[in-house]
T-cell receptor, first 115, second 112 residues
Framework: GAVVSQHPSWVICKSGTSVKIECRSLDFQATTMFWYRQFPKQSLMLMATSNEGSKATYEQGVEKDKFLINHASLTLSTLTVTSAHPEDSSFYIC???????????FGPGTRLTVT | QQQVKQSPQSLIVQKGGISIINCAYENTAFDYFPWYQQFPGKGPALLIAIRPDVSEKKEGRFTISFNKSAKQFSLHIMDSQPGDSATYFCAARAGGRNQFYFGTGTSLTVIP
């Protein structure tokens, strides 16, 4: 149980284009999902908290107009990287929250490369 | 400010040995302490977790030891195997809040 999927698993896009990443909880409903960014050999950096039916809460320093988050249902959250630049290249990971202690279950991640 | 401090940054252990990773925190509002295992190119996977009302939790070869007074908790991997080679993250959650605070990670290598 508690499986989270992400799509795509990797994507290459050209500078200036937009990319959408989907995060789905497959066997549970998640009121809250999180989006993280991870650089090589580093820890998880929380970008935003996504609550179903409401606006996402962004961490300090994260551009909300660049990283658009939509949590349209209890099983789906999307992250759209708008006008991508090479510095946006990274590993993006989502997680979905469930359980008595609000455990976070992570997706497999999406490798974004902007050329 | 790092809410959860994790050490060591990297660890090399012989097959069959015990791997020990330590984490420390200051915020007494933390009420849930999970450990995650991450393989290269994959998302973190919940490995084991503990609440502060118990001092130890064991699941198979993995054990969490929790010292509430010292505000420290550690992961012990018994009989370490090459397949355990991965990055391990400790985390802590503040009661009443959604947000988890992650440690900086420990890269574990188990050599045959």
């Amino acid at each position: 149980g508690a499986v989270v999927s992400q799509h795509p698993s990797w994507v290459i896009c050209k500078s200036g284009t937009s990319v959408k990443i989907e995060c789905r909880s497959l066997d549970f409903q998640a009121t809250t999902m999180f989006w993280y960014r991870q650089f090589p050999k580093q820890s998880l950096m929380l970008m935003a908290t996504s609550n179903e039916g409401s606006k996402a809460t962004y961490e300090q320093g994260v551009e909300k107009d660049k990283f658009l988050i939509n949590h349209a249902s209890l099983t789906l959250s999307t992250l759209t990287v708008t006008s991508a630049h090479p510095e946006d290249s990274s590993f993006y990971i989502c997680s979905a929250q469930t359980g008595a202690y609000y455990e976070q279950y992570f997706g497999p991640g999406t490798r974004l490369t902007v050329t | 400010q790092q809410q959860v401090k994790q050490s060591p940054q990297s660890l090399i252990v012989q097959k069959g040995g015990i791997s020990i990773i330590n984490c420390a925190y200051e915020n007494t509002a933390f009420d849930y302490f999970p450990w995650y295992q991450q393989f290269p190119g994959k998302g973190p996977a919940l490995l084991i977790a503990i609440r502060p009302d118990v001092s130890e939790k064991k699941e198979g070869r993995f054990t969490i030891s929790f010292n509430k007074s010292a505000k420290q908790f550690s992961l012990h991997i018994m009989d370490s195997q090459p397949g355990d080679s991965a990055t391990y993250f400790c985390a802590a959650r503040a009661g009443g809040r959604n947000q988890f605070y992650f440690g900086t990670g420990t890269s574990l290598t188990v050599i045959p």
